[in-house]
C-alpha cells in the first residue's frame, strides 16, 4: 500500500514541479530560465508522462494481467496529453490578463489530468510485484526528492 502511495505521489509531485515551472517562467514573461524552462512548459508535461509509462513498460516487463491495468493507465496519460494538447493550441497571449486566463485553463486541464490518473497510476502499481516496483520507482527520479 505504501508503495503504490509512493507512485502516485510522485507522478503528483512531478506535476507540481511543472506547474511551478510554468509559474516562473511567466514571472520572466514566458521566455527562457535557467534549463529552458518556458511558459509552454505544462503543455507537454501530459507527453511526458505517457512517454515515461512506456519505459516503465520495458523495465518491469508487465505479464497479461499487468498489461491490461497498464494499457488502461496509458489510455487516461493519453486523454490528458490531448486534453492538455487542445487546452495549450493558440498564439501566445499577449496580455496579462490574457496570459493568466490562459495559465489557469491550463492548469485547470492539468489538475484534471493528475485527479483521473491516479486512480489509474495505483491500480497499476498494486498489480506489480515487488521487483516490479523497485524497477518502476527507480525510473522515476524526481528533483528535491
Known sequence: MKRSAGLSSSLAILAFAVLLSV???QRHGGHHMGSSL????????AATIGNGLGAIELMVKPTPEQQATLEELKAVAKANAEAMTQACAGAYPGTIPERLAASQKRLD?????????????????????????????????????
Do not use: H, W
Not at 114 to 126: Q, V
Open 23 to 25: 509559474a516562473q517562467a
Open 109 to 145: 486541464v492539468a489538475l484534471a489530468g493528475i485527479r483521473r490518473l491516479k486512480p489509474a497510476a495505483e491500480k497499476f502499481y498494486a498489480a506489480l510485484n515487488d521487483e516490479q516496483k523497485k524497477e518502476a520507482n527507480g525510473l522515476l527520479i524526481l528533483p528535491g526528492i
Open 38 to 45: 518556458t511558459f509552454g512548459s505544462l503543455c507537454g508535461s
